[in-house]
């Protein structure tokens, strides 16, 4: 390969090669510098819900068992004002066979690209979905390269990075391992151009086609026991697939009156593509430095068009403290007898408070677990954390700051939501299209696209575009 | 850890993607002062000593070449130690569920 190589030459080229990369023509979808047909873009390009079901049984992904946490609900209950604590169910996802619900967008991911004749696959991902595309990957007999961003500038890895690079290997990937730094995107791409492989995005409509089946499952499983539809599902966000596909299944089922419940943890004051910042973190995903962003501006992800659409779907963003989460982790393994997570646990620590503002015949999921394993676990994550300057306390979870406290409770009583506006979120969204294509002004249709992007109505987002001083014609 | 790998001992190599004056634009100071560094584990295709630089073939055949930086690579990462504070705040939740009329599975047995 004799092209240049360095970032503003491979950056330049970035068009061609994802479009070689996944077969795809996200062009047609286009309907003007703001809108594309997202609902024509999920059709034309995904499978169908049966298709998803039928690829997925085949390598023995989803058909997870939903559990209900009767030790934690009571706990929630001791805790919470007469007549309320609703019933807790969780969605064991690590039994999925790479250990995480990642397994799902995996199988469309790669089956796709088996189906259109590629010989490997790529993703850039320093999450669990590396080891479910590694293991797809290896069941189909193609080749894998992971990326991942491990390591700070002393080469220290992040522990739970470590252990997914380690699980990626063990399903026979490639894992190629970077320092800190948003080139991950700049180093896919040169591979996806030296090796022609697929580019298995998160963000494709195989990607959240997937996700789909999980929450259609849920109202499915949760309809067979309890005769009805849960009240709440809640969600851990990052890229917003999770959320998407999710809410996109429940529909799918029938279930329209669920509340869809987005959680994060809260690293807000730290920089997710600094060096000093990026062992400080204790989640490396689930957390705030994904979720904000890629709700407010999904097209920031490695594919033109973003299926993952967070804000179309989220009904309500709650936040959590690093230290609120381990807890719910020892809860659920000390409580249930289960050992998951923990960054996956981020909606159980959620559930926990949301359950309580709940009425007691009430019904509320927690959509996923995930595998626990050496340094993804709480005990790695604290040691870990204590060995690079964070302090590790009981006390008040309010008293939590990124990178200097963990602060586990003193108590159940003592785990809070912090609610995240909705609505400052939907005008950054505005904001970031407007400022992405540089338009001064838009047409009726446009401001359509924007409503559906947002789940508003037209007087918000003409007041928002208003604001930014950007026209509405007739 | 070995100072010498011969052909085809499984090793771990280091490659400067971006020296530190490369790197994307926007990315915060701490970031940009320092280069971005990739590490890759594969076959070793020729002798080499720590610090030499090499070739490898990766599982899938890939020829990679950069700094040998480990003979045999092992996985470190483990559980850590067992967290006081944790087990603590597990005891306590667990003793509030056998308080006195609390709901207990197997109350029905």
């Not at chain 2, 070449?65 to 306590?92: C, M, Q, W």
């Amino acid at each position: 390969m004799s092209a240049d190589t360095s970032f503003a030459a491979v950056m330049s080229r970035r068009g061609e090669i994802i479009s070689r990369a996944l077969g795809l023509d996200y062009s047609r979808f286009e309907r003007g510098p703001l809108a594309f047909d997202y609902e024509g873009m999920m059709e034309k390009t995904g499978y169908s819900l049966e298709e998803v079901r039928a690829i997925q049984r085949d390598v023995g992904v989803g058909y997870t068992p939903l559990l209900e946490l009767r030790n934690i609900t009571e706990l929630v209950r001791k805790v919470s004002p007469p007549g309320k604590g609703a019933r807790i169910f969780v969605k064991d996802e690590a039994s999925n066979p790479s250990g995480s619900f990642k397994a799902r967008r995996a199988a469309l991911s790669v089956y796709e690209a088996q189906r259109k004749g590629y010989s490997g696959v790529i993703a850039a991902t320093s999450g669990n979905y590396g080891a479910a595309v590694a293991s797809q990957a290896c069941l189909r007999g193609l080749d894998c390269i992971i990326v991942q961003e491990l390591f700070d500038s002393r080469m220290v890895g992040q522990p739970e990075i470590m252990e997914k690079g380690r699980k990626c290997e063990a399903y026979g990937a490639e894992v190629v391992q970077l320092t800190v730094g948003p080139e991950l995107f700049y180093m896919m791409l040169r591979l996806l151009e030296e090796t022609d492989y697929f580019n298995a995005s998160l963000y494709t409509p195989y990607g959240i086609a997937g996700i789909e089946t999980l929450g259609y499952e849920v109202a499915e499983q949760v309809h067979e026991r309890c005769d009805r539809y849960p009240d709440v599902v809640v969600v851990t966000h990052a890229g917003g697939g999770n959320l998407t596909g999710t809410a996109r299944g429940l529909r799918k089922a029938g279930a329209d009156d669920t509340e869809v419940v987005g959680a994060s943890v809260d690293l807000s004051g730290l920089h997710m593509a600094s060096d000093e910042d990026f062992n400080r973190k204790s989640f490396t995903t689930g957390h705030t430095g994904f979720g904000v962003p890629f709700a407010t501006w999904p097209d920031r992800a490695d594919v033109p068009r973003n299926a993952a659409r967070a804000l179309r779907y989220m009904d309500r963003y709650v936040l959590l403290h690093q230290g609120e989460v381990f807890y719910v982790t020892e809860l659920l393994a000390v409580l249930e007898g289960l050992e998951r997570g923990p960054a996956g646990n981020t909606s159980l620590a959620a559930a926990f408070a949301l359950a309580q503002e709940m009425d007691q015949e009430e019904i509320l999921v927690v959509q996923e677990t995930e595998y626990t394993g050496a340094g993804k676990h709480p005990t790695a994550q604290l040691t870990f954390a204590r060995e690079n300057g964070v302090q590790v306390r009981r006390g008040d979870p309010a008293e939590n700051v990124p990178g200097e406290q963990i602060v586990i409770p003193e108590g159940p009583e003592q785990i809070e939501v912090r609610d995240f506006s909705l609505d400052r979120m939907r005008k950054s969204l505005i904001r970031n299209a407007v400022r992405h294509t540089g338009v001064e002004e838009v047409s009726s249709r446009e401001v359509d696209f924007l409503c559906e992007e947002i789940n508003r109505d037209r007087n918000f987002v003409t007041a928002a575009l208003c604001e930014l001083q950007v026209a509405v014609k007739d | 850890m070995q100072e010498i790998a011969q052909v085809g001992d499984y090793v771990q190599v280091e490659q400067v993607v971006l020296q530190a004056g490369e790197r994307a634009p926007g990315v915060p100071d701490d970031t940009a002062s320092v280069p971005l560094l990739m590490r890759v584990k594969g076959f070793a295709l020729s002798e080499a000593a720590i610090g030499d630089e090499i070739k490898i073939e990766t599982v899938i055949g890939r020829t990679v070449s950069g700094k040998l930086v480990n003979t045999d690579p092992r996985y470190d990462h483990d559980f850590g130690r067992p967290v006081p504070e944790i087990v603590e705040a597990g005891l306590e939740a667990r003793t509030l569920l056998r308080e006195p009329g609390t709901r207990r599975r197997g109350d029905d047995l």
